[in-house]
């Protein structure tokens, strides 16, 4: 369920964030047995609870260069299952596209999840409740949210390793967007975009909290992301238990300062951590796996180098 108001405290008063950079050369690989191995490692606590798998679904993407990649969404959910959790849903709501269940068979979701009836949840078109917005950042002061998101124990980020033609980068904050349902916002999502990106994302998620976050940085996109860019071949996946963390440390690895992109600075004020002495990082060094992402003109200022 969501969170008390007194968990939104300031990164500094909250304790080191735990990171993992895990190698996954291709699709085919085992990837339930690694992210078991890397979720006891970080002991998530999944006993018990209903977990809800948010991925970014933005639309037909037959290439699996756009969506997080349905071997990853397939193994998480198994690996949540074979953890002890009493039920696990993938739900997301696509901004631009109306028909899910197009995107979901042009990724092939049903060949890796098996029916979707009884996993996959539209967010666009869930039941939804009036929720008072937390942090007061944007001009927007409640949100309608699905049902299906409220009611869950454990939400999991799991976004695409890519670049943003907006937002410079979209990792695990920015794929919060896509709780907001379209039956009630349309598409795509405008509203978002005039409250400001960075502070809806603040309100966003210091409402809902992602509790846990997993990257796929197998195949990530670079250049006019998140629909327009190149295929970047990077073989990771990164896993952590504060979204922040997570999304600075895989901005250090596209070759960004997290801190020059302005809503992980801003969520590091107040959501959780993005100094690297406040990470603890286990598997593969950033520096191992770094690899410049192309950006944008207009996004050169993001760059560790500049």
């Not at 286990?282 to 191992?288: K, Q, V």
Request: aromatic share 6%; proline share 7%.
């Amino acid at each position: 369920m969501m969170e008390s108001a007194s968990r939104l405290s300031p990164s500094f008063a909250r304790p080191n964030s735990r990171v993992a950079i895990r190698s996954a050369k291709n699709y085919e690989m085992d990837l339930s047995a690694l992210l078991v191995e890397t979720l006891r490692e970080l002991d998530l606590p999944v006993r018990g609870k209903t977990v809800l798998l948010k991925p970014n679904f933005v639309g037909p993407d037959p290439s699996g260069t756009i969506n997080t990649h349905p071997a990853v969404v397939a193994a998480a959910r198994e690996s949540f299952l074979r953890l002890g959790a009493a039920k696990v849903m993938v739900g997301d709501g696509p901004a631009l596209e109306r028909d899910t269940e197009a995107i979901a068979e042009s990724m092939r979701l049903r060949e890796y999840l098996g029916p979707l009836a009884a996993s996959f949840v539209d967010l666009n078109l869930d039941e939804v409740h009036r929720v008072p917005l937390r942090a007061g950042a944007s001009s927007l002061r409640e949100l309608y949210l699905p049902d299906t998101v409220l009611g869950t124990d454990l939400i999991v980020s799991m976004p695409k390793l890519k670049t943003h033609h907006w937002a410079g980068v979209t990792l695990s904050l920015k794929n919060m967007f896509g709780i907001v349902p379209g039956s009630c916002y349309g598409w795509p999502k405008n509203i978002l975009h005039w409250a400001g990106i960075t502070r809806a994302l603040l309100d966003i998620n210091s409402t809902v909290r992602p509790h846990f976050a997993i990257v796929d940085g197998i195949v990530g996109m670079e250049g006019n992301g998140p629909i327009q860019g190149m295929a970047k071949p990077c073989g990771v996946l990164v896993l952590g238990d504060d979204p922040v963390a997570v999304d600075a440390t895989c901005a250090r690895m596209m070759g960004l300062a997290p801190e020059r992109i302005e809503h992980i600075a801003q969520a590091g004020l107040l959501l959780g951590h993005i100094r690297e002495q406040n990470i603890r990082q286990f598997g593969e060094s950033i520096t191992s796996v770094r690899t410049e992402f192309a950006v944008l003109p207009e996004f050169r200022k993001l760059r560790a180098s500049a």
